[in-house]
């Protein structure tokens, strides 16, 4: 059993840079197999409609892996998490007493997370004053896999505030709300161009619908899936990609306001 075990430690010790990421990502596929499992059986009715007896295999299997993935795994993710959240807080802090209190805590957390963040962390020390050093020299220019989220959910300076030089559009709220619209429009778009949303005369979910004539109220609104020549699905799905993109921070730096646009405010 050693055997078996000691290269999986290593490896696992080798990813400390990505433990959190790889925990969350196994919580969050094992949360939806369990998930789908009690929309399947207690909405869907599932284990009753002979129409989705040919998901019944594959949901039990999915309840029965989610589930017990999720009570070995679950537990390290939230443990990764809630030191995740108590490091950013840290890091966001410019409080020097409180950053001395904390130092430890902080420091144990950093150590968890991985090399990027104890880097990260020192560099946040000595840029006010709690280590010896150059924060610069500090900084490791290397990422971790959570950037890319951590960056969305706090960035106020995103592609579309860019091209909508409007204050709203610099809300976190409004362009995660964007993101999420955005994301969750163009997954169920490409579900219905390739597997069908809708139900056909017989009852079976195979259908694709056509965005245009379900706008327009055709009484002919959907065709046996895959259906790929449906130009407004098409633009409806770029539509949803572009916002999900815009959602996502700009690069360089954000333009300072003109002169001439600062005196006619």
Not at 64 to 82: K, W
Not at 144 to 170: G, H, K
Not at 226 to 237: A, K, M, Q, T, V
């Amino acid at each position: 059993m050693k055997a078996i075990t000691t290269p999986f430690k290593r490896w696992w010790e080798d990813q400390r840079d990505r433990h959190l990421f790889i925990l969350g990502t196994i919580s969050f596929f094992s949360f939806s197999m369990v998930m789908w499992a009690i929309v399947f059986f207690f909405f869907l009715s599932g284990a009753q409609d002979p129409d989705l007896e040919h998901l019944l295999t594959w949901t039990w299997g999915g309840l029965f892996i989610g589930f017990t993935v999720l009570i070995f795994v679950g537990p390290e993710f939230i443990h990764y998490q809630g030191q995740w959240s108590f490091l950013m807080e840290t890091l966001r802090s410019t409080s020097r007493p409180e950053l001395g209190r904390q130092r430890k805590e902080a420091e144990e957390a950093a150590t968890l997370l991985g090399s990027v963040w104890t880097s990260r962390l020192k560099a946040h020390y000595i840029e006010h004053g709690l280590a010896k050093g150059r924060a610069s020299a500090a900084v490791d220019d290397s990422g971790v896999p959570e950037d890319l989220l951590i960056n969305w959910w706090r960035t106020d300076d995103s592609r579309l505030s860019r091209m909508i030089d409007a204050d709203l559009f610099r809300e976190p709220w409004l362009n995660r709300s964007l993101g999420t619209v955005g994301l969750l429009t163009s997954i169920l778009q490409l579900c219905n161009m390739s597997f069908g949303i809708v139900r056909n005369a017989a009852e079976e979910r195979v259908n694709t619908l056509i965005i245009w004539d379900w706008l327009n109220g055709e009484r002919i609104d959907s065709v046996p899936a895959p259906y790929f020549d449906d130009i407004s699905g098409w633009l409806l799905l770029l539509l949803s990609v572009f916002i999900l993109w815009a959602s996502f921070p700009a690069s360089g730096e954000r333009p300072e306001p003109t002169e001439s646009h600062m005196e006619e405010e």
